[in-house]
């Protein structure tokens, strides 16, 4: 197709019509581990593999899931470091907004100035794009809401999403089985089986993360312990 | 000032440089919204430029979050914008009110660098501050209809002005419920 002669530039459109750059970073995120989200009635679940590269890691030091601010988190799908520059700035974002209103930032508005971000970097000169896609969880006024945002800057609301290694597979088991009136509780179930499926081998509480918000709006990250137990739940 | 799930914000009508009168019908209580108005004393020209600046933040906010803005937001917005221009400032006082959740009433006024000062019953500003504040102080009495909330405001407002050689030429009174909105214009000394 000639494609391939356009995908030296990011600011070049290929001939059919597409920025090959953000195709690639869209591999980028497809081959990082899985990662998962769920909106339940009263709350948000996100999970993700926490496959570490050798033992000698030290596990506790290393927190995929990580706050935006108190009523919103954020997981990822891809290469890390991107990650942590786009939670940085977005967490930056939630205060300016905090000390302009006095007011927590809705999620909406977080997510948008989150993907106006992803997309400047898709029209600059001597950027790259970002290499994660996000899913971002957070409990405001309009109830429980879940939003991932590609490296393209685009940004849809889910009610339950998976992005990764094992996508497809996971997405199936999602419509499979997602209910309308899932509570918090069965959709962490609902998130672990999700993740056991595509898992390679033994699952626990050291190798995944599991991070929830619920009606108190206040989002936290499960320790490994807590995972153990919802684990022993499900077998 | 601030009544029974009501409130009501007045003006006198006087625009003025120094001791010539220049206008008897001079606007300066400003709707942004249906249940959210700001009085703007002091520098006419910065009253008119502070309330432009406002009308558009707050459209953009509108089109953005789908929905109007809170008194007390409204209300961080305007200081924030204050202080901006700490250190060449807009030379005017805002008085601030609005029925936020539930219908309960807002009131605040902030000086012209953005310092908020938060009431439970009445907020003065402008030249004659000092007579409204006694009077308001004297007249007000919590939780009143709004009818009654209407005559203490206006009598307030007519007492004070009549003792300050600035203000006058009548009085502008808006009297917010949660289910309509009242504008009178008072009679007073025309002078």
Not at chain 1, 106 to 118: D, F, G, I, K, S
Not at chain 2, 76 to 98: D, M
Not at chain 2, 163 to 176: E, I, K, Q, T
């Amino acid at each position: 197709m000639g494609d391939s002669q356009y995908s030296f530039s990011l600011t070049t459109f290929s001939p059919s019509g597409k920025l090959v750059q953000i195709e690639h970073a869209l591999m980028a995120v497809g081959s990082g581990q899985t990662s998962l989200g769920i909106k339940a009635t009263n709350g948000v679940v996100v999970a993700t593999e926490k496959k570490l590269p050798s033992i000698l890691v030290d596990e506790t030091s290393v927190q995929k899931i990580q706050l935006v601010t108190p009523n919103i988190g954020v997981v990822y799908s891809g290469m890390g470091p991107d990650s942590r520059v786009l939670v940085r700035k977005s967490r930056k974002q939630a205060q300016q907004y905090f000390r302009l209103y006095k007011e927590t930032i809705p999620v909406t508005q977080l997510v948008r100035e989150t993907a106006a971000v992803m997309q400047e970097f898709t029209q600059s000169g001597g950027v790259r794009p970002f290499g994660v896609s996000l899913l971002i969880a957070g409990y405001d006024d309009n109830g429980p809401q879940l939003y991932q945002v590609d490296p393209s800057g685009s940004y849809f609301s889910w009610k339950a999403s998976a992005m990764g290694k094992n996508v497809s597979n996971a997405k199936t088991f999602l419509e499979k089985r997602y209910t309308e009136d899932m509570e918090l509780e069965d959709a962490i179930h609902t998130a672990i089986l999700t993740l056991k499926e595509g898992f390679e081998g033994q699952i626990s509480g050291k190798n995944i993360e599991i991070g929830i918000i619920g009606t108190d709006r206040q989002f936290r990250v499960l320790s490994s312990s807590e995972i153990d137990d919802y684990l022993a739940e499900v077998e | 000032m601030v009544g029974k799930n009501c409130f009501a914000i007045a003006s006198d009508r006087r625009l003025g440089v120094q001791l010539q009168t220049v206008a008897t019908d001079f606007q300066r209580v400003f709707k942004i919204h249906d249940r959210l108005y700001i009085g703007l004393s002091g520098l006419a020209t910065d009253a008119q430029t502070m309330y432009q600046k406002l009308v558009f933040r707050h459209k953009l906010y509108q089109l953005r979050e789908e929905r109007d803005m809170k008194p007390q937001t409204f209300a961080s917005l305007v200081s924030a914008l204050l202080y901006e221009k700490r250190f060449g400032p807009f030379f005017c006082q805002p008085v601030i009110a609005g029925l936020g959740d539930n219908d309960e009433p807002f009131i605040c006024t902030m000086d012209c660098l953005g310092a908020k000062e938060l009431a439970k019953d009445f907020v003065v500003s402008g030249t004659a501050s000092e007579s409204l504040y006694g009077a308001c102080e004297s007249m007000y009495k919590p939780d009143m209809e709004p009818e009654e909330l209407f005559e203490t405001i206006s009598q307030a407002l007519l007492s004070s002005v009549d003792r300050d050689c600035l203000s006058g030429w009548g009085g502008y009174v808006l009297l917010v419920t949660p289910t309509e909105v009242q504008e009178k214009m008072l009679k007073g000394r025309m002078d």
